[in-house]
């Protein structure tokens, strides 16, 4: 019986054609061994290999997510993809990404739609916040995360919560490629304090039941090195992985470390 749940996504971001796609899930099926009793893994590749990785994938190993979804579920939004032409293929779906939010323009409120709409399609939403680096320097951490939480989370019921997977994002600790190894890395108590405090959050939107059952995810960089240390964050169930999720040898580490933590 497994201690943890714990959940390890991989967002491969813009990286990947739909043949490249199709050869990194074989060689993460041939290196990751099930059954991962404990954790789940989910795989969020480019939306246009989603469709022809749900016929390859392993789906008692490997669940498949987006990396975004638009609100609406039809209509006249040129290079959209709706949650409900989603909803037979993935499981998860990631909302507010930082880059989704600081290079695409996203509102909150039109993130607090899109989790809604997730939810609406029975699909898990896993809803990103972070603070950038301008924002961690002049003290505004909490309030960051406060907002971007209160008004992410302001269309669901109690009941959908727990649907709802959040991930601690530093912006200021996000690669922008595959350099995973290669910039700033938070310490563990200033993950730790981050999701303290989004649970304090939860708490007062909810009530102090779901904010300890809430999963939050840890979704700066990560590496192999790294991943035991940071599972270990008390309050932290799991990873949201960018560059070092395009790395097969780095991915199956993180999970057969998050397998062994979960079982441990
Ligand atoms: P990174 O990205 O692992 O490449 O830093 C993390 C993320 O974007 O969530």
New binding site residues.
């Given amino acids: 019986m497994a201690a943890k749940k714990l959940l390890i996504v991989g ?1 491969w ?1 813009m990286h990947l054609t739909v043949s490249e796609a199709s050869l990194l899930l074989h060689r993460l099926n041939e290196k990751i061994k099930g059954p991962l009793d404990g954790v789940e893994v989910v795989l969020c590749p480019p939306a246009l290999a989603v469709q022809p990785l749900s016929l390859q994938i392993d789906h008692k190993k490997f669940s498949l997510g987006m990396q975004n979804v638009y609100h609406q579920d039809e209509g006249a939004f040129t290079g959209e993809i709706s949650a409900a032409q989603v909803r037979d293929l993935v499981t998860h779906v ?1 909302v507010g ?3 989704r939010r600081h290079i695409f323009g996203e509102s909150d409120e039109l993130i607090s739609q899109k989790v809604a709409a997730c939810l609406r399609h029975n699909l898990k939403p896993i809803l ?1 916040v972070g603070e950038t680096l301008v924002e961690r320097s002049d003290g505004e951490t909490k309030r960051v995360l406060h907002d971007q939480l209160v008004t992410g989370l302001n269309l669901i019921t109690a009941e959908d919560i727990m649907q709802v997977t959040l ?1 601690y ?1 530093p912006v200021w ?8 190894a290669d ?1 700033a890395m938070p310490k563990p108590d200033e993950i730790e304090q981050a999701a303290a405090h989004m649970r304090k959050v939860v708490e007062q939107l909810h009530d102090k039941k779901t904010a300890k059952a809430v999963h939050i995810l840890y ?5 192999a090195d790294l991943a035991k240390g940071y599972l270990r964050v008390p309050g932290i169930s799991g990873f ?6 395009l790395n097969y040898d780095q991915f199956s580490r993180i999970v057969n470390a998050a397998k062994e933590e979960a079982n441990g």
Wanted: net charge negative; proline share 0%.
């Fill in positions: 967002n971001k990631i990404h930082s880059e990103c991930a994002e600790a996000i690669s922008s490629g595959t350099d995973f910039h979704g700066g960089s990560t590496h949201l992985v960018g560059g070092a999720s």
